[in-house]
């Protein structure tokens, strides 16, 4: 029992420890995209919010080659501006690495995700979109996944 609890204690310590290298990861990758620049963009905007119930005004997506980058969102009712990052994958995996929430005037942010292999790694959600992602910020990843949108968009 106590090497038991040992192991156990120790494989959180592993698991916590990798922690700030995964953030440090998604930071740089995050850094490279925004550097290297896009090939070419499309903008998605959404007619159907007002019948769908959806929040979204404009989605823009950045592209390097056929790769999808970034998206940025904005919102019909609310000032706030999200950026989504996506990483490497396969095109059926949803790829979102990063996820920030942020007023465009103050650049105070409302909210930043983490996800590496589709597993949330750190969120700080203080002023959500939705009030349920308080409470479970993974749902902002599942609202935030856009690349179906711009996929559809672009045939």
Same mark, same amino acid.
């Given at each position: 029992? *106590?090497y038991?609890l040992? @192991?156990l204690?120790?494989? @959180?310590? $592993?698991?916590?420890?990798?922690l700030?290298e995964?953030v *440090?990861? $998604?930071d740089?990758?995050?850094?490279a $995209?925004?550097? *290297?620049? @896009?090939?070419? &963009? ?8 007002k ?5 979204e005004k404009?989605?823009k997506? #950045? ?6 980058k970034?998206? !940025? !969102? ?6 706030? $501006?999200r950026?989504?990052y996506?990483g490497?994958?396969k ?6 690495i #990063?996820i920030k929430?942020?007023?465009p005037v103050?650049?105070?942010? #409302?909210?930043?995700? #983490?996800?590496w292999q589709?597993?949330? !790694?750190?969120s700080?959600?203080t002023?959500p979109? &939705?009030?349920?992602?308080k ?6 990843i599942?609202r935030?996944? @856009?690349?179906i949108? !711009?996929?559809?968009h672009?045939?």
């Open positions: 029992m *106590k038991a040992i @192991f204690i120790g494989g @959180f310590g $592993i698991c916590y420890a990798q700030p995964t *440090k990861h $998604i740089s990758l995050v850094a $995209i925004n550097s *290297k620049g @896009f090939t070419k &963009n499309t903008v998605v905007h959404d007619t159907m919010s019948l769908s119930g959806a929040q404009e989605i997506a #950045y592209f390097n080659g056929n790769m999808l970034k998206v !940025v !969102v904005t919102f019909l009712h609310d000032e706030r $501006i950026e989504v996506f490497p994958g095109d059926f995996e949803n790829k979102v #990063y929430d942020y007023d103050s650049n105070g942010i #409302y909210a930043e995700i #983490y996800v589709r597993k949330m !790694v750190k700080i959600v002023d979109l &939705n009030a349920d992602e409470n479970h910020p993974e749902r902002m599942e935030s996944n @856009f690349e949108i !711009v996929k559809a672009q045939k």
